[in-house]
């Protein structure tokens, strides 16, 4: 494994170099000490692996499409930009807009995330996009959703606290949000319909909560031992009178 040190290097050099490494034929790049680079993994295919011990800034992962990324610690805004395929696992918080208009692949987040989490995630044919969020999301999760699946577990939340913020959901017109636990239908937008998580829903949920419990070490039976809420749209155009005859 090939060990870069980030102190005192730019993204653009940083970036340069992850790219030429991985083209030299080695696999697996950790990056030691980063603190707020960007871009770090945008563009990279194959079969690589990327661990990042730090805090990387916006758009990690961006337009990857293969890779698996580690993050020992927190991730700043746009996680997983536009993402063809491939895994992040950031074993802190992301910030947020994870998971853009994400394409395909996966993303398993341990802790919390801030708004606009899976905004535009869409999916095709065989490419269907997931993001596992270990605790709670911020407003307008699932936004314009077109595609894909969002699973909130609401793990070690306060008493107090919340799993997901106001306007879940909102413009949502395909792909599915699973929360474990339940939502006010005060919070949801307008364009979503919620209902308690079936069997074949559950067993679904079971494969990337067994997942999560790999790379996190959380029970998948203690997960699983809470009922989840379905989210998904009831109407593919549902502003279809506002902008079409």
């Known amino acids: 494994m090939q060990v870069m040190d980030a102190r005192n290097i730019g993204y653009r050099e940083m970036n340069s170099t992850i790219k030429s490494i991985f083209s030299s034929g080695q696999n697996e790049i950790c990056i030691k000490n980063v603190s707020g680079q960007r871009y770090l993994g945008d563009g990279?295919?194959?079969?690589?692996?990327?661990?990042i011990e730090g805090i990387p800034g916006n758009d990690l992962a961006a337009y990857m499409d293969g890779?698996?990324?580690?993050?020992?610690?927190?991730?700043?805004?746009?996680?997983?930009?536009?993402?063809?395929?491939?895994?992040?696992?950031?074993?802190?918080?992301?910030?947020?807009?994870?998971?853009?208009a994400m394409r395909g692949g996966e993303i398993y987040i341990r802790g919390n995330v801030g708004y606009r989490v899976g905004i535009h995630m869409k999916e095709y044919?065989?490419?269907k996009p997931v993001i596992v969020i270990g605790g709670k999301a911020g407003d307008f999760l699932g936004e314009y959703m077109a595609g894909g699946?969002?699973?909130?577990?609401?793990?070690?939340l306060q008493d107090d606290e919340e799993a997901v913020g106001s306007y879940c959901g909102t413009g949502m017109h395909g792909g599915l949000i699973y929360i474990r636990g339940g939502i006010e239908a005060y919070k949801l937008g307008k364009e979503v319909i919620q209902e308690e998580a079936g069997s074949n829903d559950l067993e679904f949920i079971r494969g990337y909560a067994e997942?999560?419990?790999k790379y996190f070490g959380v029970d998948c039976n203690y997960i699983l031992g809470k009922k989840f809420t379905k989210l998904y749209a009831f109407n593919k155009r549902p502003y279809g009178n506002l902008y079409a005859y």
């Open 67 to 100: 890779p698996e990324v580690v993050v020992k610690g927190n991730t700043q805004d746009a996680v997983a930009n536009t993402m063809n395929s491939g895994c992040v696992i950031v074993h802190g918080n992301a910030g947020d807009t994870a998971g853009y």
């Open 44 to 51: 990279i295919t194959g079969n690589h692996r990327l661990f």
């Open 125 to 127: 044919q065989n490419r």
């Open 149 to 156: 699946t969002i699973i909130l577990l609401g793990l070690n």
């Open 211 to 213: 997942r999560y419990m």
